[in-house]
Nanobody
Framework: QVDTVESGGGLVQAGGSLRLSCAVS????????MGWYRQAPGKLRELVAA???????SYADSVKGRFTISRDNAKNTVYLQMNSLKPEDTAVYYCNSEPRHLLDWGQGTQVTVSP
């Protein structure tokens, strides 16, 4: 069992910023690609950003230029810096490995962006 614990969400006005963190138990973290996902009410969970074990990143078009994913392998933690937030970014954010979801899904962290 490999746990993920997401944190850093909250309520922010449009245009604001938040930094999410995801701590992962187990040494597997250091060799897997990690992704940040989000799920808005009534919608499917979607991948918004990913980072390989050696630091290569990719982003969904909807967040490109606004979100930055990073990782600290020494701390088994992946981050998501979110700038210029929009109301449509409102969702519960989760982390997991990508493309296969090898880790147990955590509770997620709620991000709410007000107009």
């Amino acid at each position: 069992q490999v746990d993920t614990v997401e944190s850093g969400g909250g309520l922010v006005q449009a245009g604001g910023s938040l930094r999410l963190s995801c701590a992962v138990s187990g040494s597997i973290f250091r060799v897997i690609t990690m992704g940040w996902y989000r799920q808005a009410p009534g919608k499917l969970r979607e991948l918004v950003a990913a980072i390989t074990a050696d630091g290569r990143t990719s982003y969904a078009d909807s967040v490109k230029g606004r979100f930055t994913i990073s990782r600290d392998n020494a701390k088994n933690t992946v981050y998501l810096q979110m700038n210029s937030l929009k109301p449509e970014d409102t969702a519960v954010y989760y982390c997991n490995s990508e493309p296969r979801h090898l880790l147990d899904w955590g509770q997620g962290t709620q991000v709410t962006v007000s107009p």
